[in-house]
């Protein structure tokens, strides 16, 4: 008796089941569809930050205008805008972004070395980090304008103060981290290193940090943007000099124009820095994929 298979007869043998496969045909064989064009995650993101911001700024325009608030709550765009065009006139207003420039620069610099160097000692010694990490969460959420009149008693008012503290702030979330970055590396990565006989120098800089390189980016993201804070919120307690300072004193002269148009210069200071750091890290991103 014979036995059918898919279509064909063969032997009886075992009475096991017999697959026959068949030959690969033009049908069988997956169609690949056009791929369809579309906008970059980052061109979109853009695209619609320009948006919003377009949006805002039309709103602003036409409350003010039409009466819907108070200009002196919030002048129109235009009116913003112009205050703008204003300062770059101004030689006051240059010296203060220098000044500012500097602070930020300084704390950014700091902070970010300060972090690394950290999250790499607490990631080396597992102990200690234990031991501090508590600490820095918990001093995490304390307002550094606390600290600001300790400060001004050991350094003075003076730009050094405000850049000690900013880079507090700073500091913070780059150890932090760069410590999560560290300690999520698959072990291994570090015993193949050590397998293949890799010096310390090249485990390091070879290994950990471009694995850990997405934590490391995020908490620079956020070191610059705390170092932008702290010194801007510095400068605006008790500082002499800078864009913090002079919001404050456009705000207690009751001058809302200027005042309006040094917090516009902050907003678009802000904006780039974050821009910036947003463009390092889809680099980084994609150089581990690619």
């Given at each position: 008796?014979?036995?059918?298979?898919?279509g064909?007869?063969?032997?009886?043998?075992?009475?096991?089941?017999?697959?026959?496969?068949?030959?690969?045909?033009?049908?069988?064989?997956?169609?690949?569809?056009?791929?369809?064009?579309?906008?970059?995650?980052?061109?979109?993101?853009?695209?619609?930050?320009?948006?919003?911001?377009?949006?805002?700024?039309?709103?602003?325009?036409?409350?003010?205008?039409?009466?819907?608030?108070?200009?002196?709550?919030?002048?129109?765009?235009?009116?913003?805008?112009?205050?703008v065009?204003?300062?770059?006139?101004?030689?006051?207003?240059?010296s203060?972004?220098?000044?500012?420039?500097?602070?930020?620069?300084?704390?950014?610099?700091?902070?970010?070395?300060?972090?690394?160097?950290?999250?790499?000692?607490?990631?080396?010694?597992?102990?200690?980090?234990r031991?501090?990490?508590?600490?820095?969460?918990?001093?995490?959420?304390?307002?550094?304008?606390?600290?600001?009149?300790?400060?001004?008693?050991?350094?003075?008012?003076?730009?050094?103060?405000?850049?000690?503290?900013?880079?507090?702030?700073?500091?913070?979330?780059?150890?932090?981290?760069?410590?999560?970055?560290?300690?999520?590396?698959?072990?291994?990565?570090?015993?193949?290193?050590?397998s293949?006989q890799?010096?310390?120098?090249?485990m390091?800089?070879?290994?950990?940090l471009?694995?850990?390189?997405?934590?490391i980016?995020?908490?620079?993201?956020?070191?610059?943007?705390?170092?932008?804070?702290?010194?801007?919120?510095?400068?605006?307690?008790?500082?002499?000099?800078?864009?913090?300072?002079?919001?404050?004193?456009?705000?207690?002269?009751?001058?809302?124009?200027?005042?309006?148009?040094?917090?516009?210069?902050?907003?678009?200071?802000?904006?780039?820095?974050?821009?910036?750091?947003?463009?390092?890290?889809?680099?980084?991103?994609?150089?581990?994929?690619?």
């Amino acid at each position: 008796m014979m036995t059918s298979v898919m279509g064909g007869d063969v032997e009886p043998g075992t009475g096991d089941d017999v697959s026959i496969e068949r030959p690969d045909t033009e049908s069988d064989r997956p169609v690949q569809l056009p791929r369809r064009w579309r906008l970059s995650d980052p061109l979109i993101s853009a695209g619609a930050t320009a948006g919003l911001l377009v949006v805002m700024a039309v709103v602003a325009e036409v409350g003010a205008r039409s009466g819907w608030w108070r200009a002196s709550t919030l002048p129109a765009t235009s009116t913003m805008l112009s205050g703008v065009a204003g300062l770059m006139d101004d030689p006051q207003f240059w010296s203060d972004l220098t000044r500012s420039g500097l602070e930020i620069g300084l704390a950014i610099l700091f902070g970010s070395t300060a972090g690394l160097l950290s999250g790499l000692l607490f990631w080396k010694l597992p102990t200690l980090g234990r031991i501090f990490e508590p600490y820095l969460v918990s001093f995490y959420a304390v307002p550094m304008v606390l600290f600001y009149p300790l400060a001004i008693v050991v350094v003075g008012i003076n730009a050094s103060s405000v850049v000690i503290l900013a880079t507090i702030m700073a500091t913070i979330p780059v150890a932090l981290n760069t410590t999560v970055g560290l300690n999520g590396i698959r072990p291994v990565y570090l015993k193949l290193s050590r397998s293949l006989q890799c010096k310390p120098h090249q485990m390091l800089f070879s290994i950990a940090l471009p694995a850990a390189a997405p934590f490391i980016v995020a908490g620079l993201r956020l070191g610059v943007v705390y170092a932008l804070i702290g010194s801007i919120a510095m400068e605006f307690v008790t500082a002499q000099a800078g864009l913090g300072y002079r919001i404050r004193y456009y705000y207690e002269i009751f001058d809302n124009d200027r005042m309006f148009a040094y917090i516009l210069v902050v907003l678009v200071l802000s904006v780039l820095l974050t821009a910036l750091l947003a463009g390092l890290e889809r680099l980084v991103v994609k150089g581990r994929t690619s």
